[in-house]
């Protein structure tokens, strides 16, 4: 079955770095992109971006543009999110999804397994 | 940026039918996926493509499209459906970034 399984906890000062993984399984890597959203605590959900884990290709939100970079490793199936210089309100659950067959693309942009999700707090 | 609207919350009786909508001016465009999120899980896919349904996902909930709004539709609402729901779509320029609506409580009464 389809599973998407991510890195723990996360606490972090002011102006750091931190790096999430989601380690994929059930399915062949490469034949879909992931895409990580972010949830502050009480708040919405919102997109930050995804990668084409076929080709690397990624497409950041305008907001993340510069802090954010998303990778993957083919060999190991797995995806990361890394954000660097962090700040208070960078604290949420950040959570990788796979984004359904044939996207990510102008028609396919849903996501249809999520994973846990992994909460990153920022402390000053 | 782009935006998605959606009511903050919508109350519904067990057994009735609860419509919740979702507005953006690049709906026509776009197709919108919907996501149930109860709290502490994370969310699930409901509906993709406008009114398309995954097979896990039960016969009750359906999905609509007019103009520059989607709706999301649940039949026969249970104690179960009570959850937070969001809208996902994209936006028509630049790099066609992916926008979520700011999510609508339902309540089952």
């Known amino acids: 079955q389809v599973q998407l399984v991510q890195s723990g906890v996360e606490v972090k000062k002011s102006g750091a770095s931190v790096k999430v993984s989601c380690k994929t399984s059930?399915?062949?890597?490469?034949?879909?992109?992931i895409s990580w959203v972010r949830q502050a605590p009480g708040q919405g959900l919102e997109w930050m971006g995804w990668i084409s884990a076929d080709n690397g290709v990624t497409n950041y939100a305008q907001k993340l543009q510069g802090r954010v970079t998303m990778t993957r490793d083919t060999s190991t199936t797995t995806a990361y999110m890394e954000m660097r210089s962090l700040r208070s309100d960078d604290t949420a659950v950040y959570y990788c999804?796979?984004?359904?067959?044939?996207?990510?693309?102008?028609?396919?942009?849903?996501?249809?397994?999520w994973g846990q999700g992994t909460l990153v707090t920022v402390s000053s | 940026s782009y935006e998605l609207t959606q009511p903050p919350s919508v109350s519904v009786s067990p057994g009735q039918t609860a419509r919740i909508t979702c507005s953006g001016e690049t709906l026509p465009k776009r197709y919108a996926s919907w996501y149930q999120q109860k709290p502490g899980q994370a969310p699930v896919l409901v509906i993709f493509q406008d009114n398309e349904r995954p097979s896990r996902i039960p016969e009750r909930f359906s999905g609509s499209s007019s103009g520059t709004t989607v709706t999301l539709t649940i039949r026969g609402v249970q104690a179960e459906d009570e959850a937070d729901y969001y809208c996902q779509s994209a936006d028509t320029g630049g790099t066609f970034p992916w926008v979520f609506g700011g999510g609508t409580k339902l309540t089952v009464l």
């Open positions: 999804a796979r984004i359904m067959s044939g996207g990510p693309s102008i028609a396919v942009t849903a996501t249809d397994y």
């Open positions: 059930g399915y062949t890597f490469t034949n879909y992109g």
